[in-house]
């Protein structure tokens, strides 16, 4: 919980900005949250999510189709093409690609931050942004946190997928995949036991995340939300 270097939003915010933009119609915008109280009540939206109280800063990164709309609206323009789902895509991959950005950027301007990603916001999409106050045609695709890790938790690279399971070259072709997904569950398995968890292999855990709906946290309903939050997505 320890508080931020002076101007590391800023600095973090200058970094997303660099990322690349579809057709740089910038179609992102980031809620930064510090009050104690908002980001207690945003952890509970997210399940519960302890570090979300206990980091200095929440960025939550903004699908932004409102912005769009009211320099039209200024001018007295419709815009036909902002209830598409081509254009909700474009709002939504800014806003990851943007983030992206600034999580790197955290990580390597030598502060010893450390970051998290919660796509736990989207379980209740309409609750966050209520709380945010954002505008229609506008949603929080995630948030990321941003402190310093606790030096007295042990950490480790989590693996990834061996490159020939996730690699093609000129066309998609699965014949390397099953031995390299097998050779991952190994590594996920003995991962996981250094770790201290229960065992779970890679592919099980894919099948867990995706079998049911209930597994979806709440998220089986987002369309209808968003919808509800403006995104026509024709």
């Known amino acids: ?14 970094a997303a900005q660099s990322a690349p933009t579809s057709s740089n119609v910038q179609a992102w915008s980031v809620v930064a949250v510090e009050d104690a109280g908002r980001k207690a009540r945003l952890a509970a939206l997210a399940g519960g999510q302890q570090h979300i109280i206990d980091a200095p800063l929440l960025l939550v990164w903004i699908a932004d189709l409102a912005r769009a709309s009211d320099i039209a609206a200024g001018r007295g323009i419709e815009l036909e093409g902002v209830d598409f789902t081509e254009t909700f895509l474009i709002a939504t991959i800014d806003a990851a690609l943007a983030a992206q950005n600034a999580l790197v950027a955290a990580e390597s301007l030598g502060l010893g931050l450390g970051t998290v990603y919660i796509g736990a916001l989207r379980n209740h999409p309409a609750e966050v942004a209520r709380e945010l106050g954002l505008p229609e045609r506008s949603y929080a695709v995630f948030g990321l946190v941003v402190g310093h890790p606790d030096p007295a938790v042990a950490t480790a690279v989590k693996p990834r997928l061996p490159q020939e399971a996730v690699l093609h070259r000129e066309q998609y ?12 569950d190994r590594h996920a398995l003995a991962f996981r036991e250094e770790q ?7 592919s099980d855990l894919v099948i867990d995340r995706l079998r049911t709906v209930a597994s979806l946290k709440g998220r089986h309903v987002l369309r209808d939300v968003l919808r509800g939050l403006g995104f026509a997505q024709k």
Request: no cysteine; proline share 9%.
């Open 1 to 14: 919980s320890d508080p931020l270097p002076e101007g590391t939003v800023e600095t973090l915010v200058a």
């Open 173 to 184: 072709s699965t014949n390397a995949q099953r031995e390299a997904i097998e050779r991952h």
């Open 196 to 202: 201290g968890l229960s065992p779970q292999s890679w």
